[in-house]
C-alpha cells in the first residue's frame, strides 16, 4: 500500500508516522509520502519521521517530495491537512474578527470562513489530480473547517472524501478511559456537524453509561465536560464537543481570548519558530525528545481560556512541557492520525469498524437534506461507510445545526463561485455573527487580507 499526507511538513507529521506504525502490517503499508510546498519545514519533519521509522525497524519507506502528482500518484489512501497562508494566515483571521468583539477561531464562524476559502480551491485541487492519477483511492481530509470543507468537496462531486477530526470521538475515548475499557467497548452516538456535535449515548455491553456519568462531578471535571459545567451539562443530558463552548458561552470565550497578550495563532506561531529554530540546532539524536516537548507544550494550551478555574487557566496559558493537557492521552493511536488510519483500515482490508466521521446524511438524522455532510457516527467496513440512522435529535442541538448548516451551503456557493454578495449574506446568517453590516466589512476585510490567495471576487 501507498499513503501519501498532504501536508507532510506540518509539525503533526511526526505523530501521523508514530500512528501508521502501529497499522503498517496490517495495511501492508510499503511507502509513506510527506508532501508539502515548504521544502525547509519538510526537511526537518521527514528527518524526524525518518528516526522513528528507522528506530522501529523501517517497516515502510518514508518518501519526502514537493511534487503533488508523484505523491498522489496510485496511492491507496490520501490524507489532506494543509494551511494555506500558514501560521500568519490564522492570525489574521483572529486579529479582524476581534477587531468586531467577534470570534475569529479557525473552524468557528468568520475565522472558519476565512480559511475556508483559502484551503478549498486547493484541496479540489487535490481532488482533480485523485481522481486523474489515483481514482481508487480514499482521501480523509483534516484541512480545518473539516465540515465545511468536506461539504465543498461534495458539492463539487467528489464523492471518495471523507472529513476527519479527532474531537468526533472524544466521548468515545473519555468514557474508555475512565471506565478502564477498551475503546471499541464502547459503543457511542454521535450526531451534528463537524465541530458542533453531540453524544447521546455511549453503550456498554448493551448498557447507556452515559446518563450516570453525565450526573458524576469527578467525570464532567476529568474531561473538557467541565468547560460547560456540571449544572449544563446534567441538564442537557448529552456529551458535548468542546467547540460547542463557542456557542454557548460566546461571551465568555470572546472576552478571555481579549484578554490574552496574544492569540492562539499567535502562539502557535512562537511555539512552531521555537520548535524549527531548535531543530536546525540540536544534534540528531536530541530531535525526538525536543519535538515531543514542543508537542506537550502545545497541547497542554489548548482551549485554556475555556477553564472556569482562573488558576487552571492561568497554568495552562503559560505552559510547560510538564503541564497536563485538556485531554488524557490514549493509549490507542489518537488524533486525527487514529481516525484516517482506522477508517483506511476498514475500509480497504475490510476491518468492521464505529467510528465518527463527517459524511453525506442520507436520511440518517431527521430534517437535514440528504446531501448535507454531518459529522455522525458510521459503520465502516469493506463495502463503504454507512451512517448510523439517529432519526430525530433534540430541539435546541436541531435548530442549531440547521442554521450553520445554511451558513455552511451559503459558504460553499460563495467560495466556488468567488461570490462577494454570497459571502456576505452566508456570515449574515452564522450564528456568531447575525449581522449584514458585520459581515460586510468582515468579509471585505478577509478579502483584501488574503488577495494573493484568494484573487479577485465579483
Given at each position: 500500500m501507498?499513503?501519501a499526507l ?5 509539525v ?7 500512528g501508521a506504525?502501529a497499522?503498517a502490517?496490517d ?11 515548504d ?6 519533519m521527514a528527518?524526524?519521521c525518518?528516526?522513528i521509522?528507522e528506530?522501529?525497524g ?5 518518501i ?5 502528482d508523484a ?6 489512501v490520501i ?11 490564522r492570525?489574521?483571521?483572529?486579529r479582524l474578527?476581534?477587531?468586531?468583539n467577534?470570534l475569529g477561531?479557525e ?20 481532488a482533480?489530480?485523485?481522481?486523474a492519477l489515483?481514482?481508487?483511492a480514499?482521501?480523509f481530509?483534516?484541512?480545518n473547517p473539516a ?18 477530526c479527532?474531537?468526533a470521538?472524544?466521548?468515545q475515548h473519555?468514557i474508555?478511559d475512565?471506565l ?8 457511542t452516538?454521535v450526531f ?6 453531540w453524544?447521546r449515548r455511549a ?9 450516570e456519568l453525565?450526573?458524576?462531578p ?5 474531561t473538557?465536560l467541565?468547560f460547560f459545567?456540571?449544572e449544563?451539562v446534567?441538564?442537557m443530558g448529552?456529551?458535548l464537543?468542546e ?5 454557548y458561552?460566546?461571551?465568555?470565550a470572546?472576552e478571555r ?5 496574544i492569540t492562539?495563532g499567535e502562539?502557535v ?8 529554530s531548535?531543530?536546525r540546532?540540536?544534534a ?10 514542543y508537542?506537550?507544550r502545545?497541547n497542554?494550551s489548548?482551549?485554556a ?5 482562573e488558576?487552571?487557566?492561568?497554568a495552562r496559558t503559560?505552559p ?16 486525527y ?8 483500515l ?5 476491518r ?5 466521521l463527517n ?12 446531501d448535507?455532510?454531518?459529522?455522525i457516527?458510521?459503520?465502516?467496513n469493506?463495502s463503504g461507510i454507512?451512517p448510523?440512522?439517529?432519526?430525530d435529535?433534540p430541539?435546541g ?7 450553520v ?6 459558504a460553499v ?5 468567488r461570490?462577494r454578495?454570497?459571502?456576505v ?5 452564522h450564528?456568531l455573527?447575525?449581522s ?10 478577509y478579502?483584501?487580507?488574503?488577495h494573493?490567495?484568494v484573487?479577485?471576487?465579483?
Amino acid at each position: 500500500m501507498k499513503l501519501a499526507l498532504i501536508g507532510g511538513g506540518g509539525v503533526r507529521a511526526p505523530e501521523f508516522v508514530r500512528g501508521a506504525l502501529a497499522f503498517a502490517a496490517d495495511m501492508d503499508l510499503q511507502e509513506l509520502w510527506l508532501m508539502d510546498i515548504d521544502q525547509g519545514r519538510l526537511d526537518l519533519m521527514a528527518s524526524l519521521c525518518q528516526q522513528i521509522v528507522e528506530g522501529a525497524g523501517s517497516p515502510f519507506r518514508i518518501i519526502p517530495t514537493t511534487d503533488l502528482d508523484a505523491a498522489i500518484r496510485h496511492s491507496n489512501v490520501i490524507v489532506t491537512t494543509v494551511r494555506v497562508g500558514f501560521e500568519d494566515g490564522r492570525i489574521l483571521d483572529e486579529r479582524l474578527a476581534l477587531r468586531h468583539n467577534i470570534l475569529g477561531q479557525e473552524t468557528t464562524g468568520p475565522g472558519g470562513f476565512s480559511m475556508a476559502m483559502r484551503s478549498i480551491p486547493v484541496l479540489i485541487d487535490v481532488a482533480e489530480r485523485t481522481e486523474a492519477l489515483a481514482p481508487q483511492a480514499w482521501t480523509f481530509n483534516f484541512t480545518n473547517p473539516a465540515g465545511l470543507v468536506a461539504e465543498a468537496l461534495h458539492t463539487a462531486g467528489f464523492r471518495r472524501v471523507v472529513g476527519i477530526c479527532d474531537s468526533a470521538n472524544t466521548a468515545q475515548h473519555a468514557i474508555a478511559d475512565w471506565l478502564k475499557r477498551p475503546v471499541d467497548s464502547v459503543k457511542t452516538e454521535v450526531f451534528g456537524l463537524n465541530h458542533l456535535s453531540w453524544t447521546r449515548r455511549a453503550l456498554v455491553a448493551g448498557q447507556d453509561v452515559l446518563p450516570e456519568l453525565l450526573r458524576d462531578p469527578a467525570f464532567i471535571n476529568a474531561t473538557h465536560l467541565r468547560f460547560f459545567g456540571q449544572e449544563l451539562v446534567e441538564r442537557m443530558g448529552l456529551f458535548l464537543n468542546e467547540y460547542l463552548f463557542y456557542y454557548y458561552f460566546r461571551d465568555v470565550a470572546v472576552e478571555r481570548i481579549l484578554a490574552e497578550e496574544i492569540t492562539r495563532g499567535e502562539e502557535v506561531k512562537l511555539l512552531n519558530e521555537q520548535l524549527f529554530s531548535t531543530l536546525r540546532k540540536v544534534a540528531p539524536d536530541q530531535l525526538l525528545s525536543e519535538y515531543d516537548a514542543y508537542n506537550r507544550r502545545r497541547n497542554a494550551s489548548y482551549m485554556a481560556y475555556a477553564e472556569s478555574d482562573e488558576a487552571l487557566r492561568e497554568a495552562r496559558t503559560h505552559p510547560t512541557a510538564e503541564t497536563k493537557p485538556v485531554h488524557e492521552v490514549q493509549a490507542e493511536v489518537g488524533g486525527y492520525a487514529g481516525v484516517a488510519l482506522r477508517a483506511a483500515l476498514a475500509l480497504t482490508q475490510d476491518r468492521p469498524l464505529r467510528i465518527g466521521l463527517n459524511v453525506p446524511n442520507n436520511g440518517a438524522i431527521n430534517g437535514m437534506h440528504r446531501d448535507d455532510v454531518i459529522e455522525i457516527t458510521c459503520e465502516v467496513n469493506g463495502s463503504g461507510i454507512h451512517p448510523l440512522q439517529i432519526g430525530d435529535v433534540p430541539e435546541g442541538p436541531y435548530l442549531l445545526m440547521r442554521a450553520v448548516k445554511h451558513f455552511e451551503r451559503l459558504a460553499v456557493e460563495a467560495i466556488l463561485n468567488r461570490d462577494r454578495a454570497r459571502a456576505v449574506d452566508a456570515l449574515a446568517a452564522h450564528p456568531l455573527v447575525g449581522s449584514y453590516a458585520l459581515a460586510h466589512t468582515i468579509i471585505n476585510d478577509y478579502l483584501a487580507a488574503h488577495h494573493q490567495y484568494v484573487g479577485t471576487w465579483r
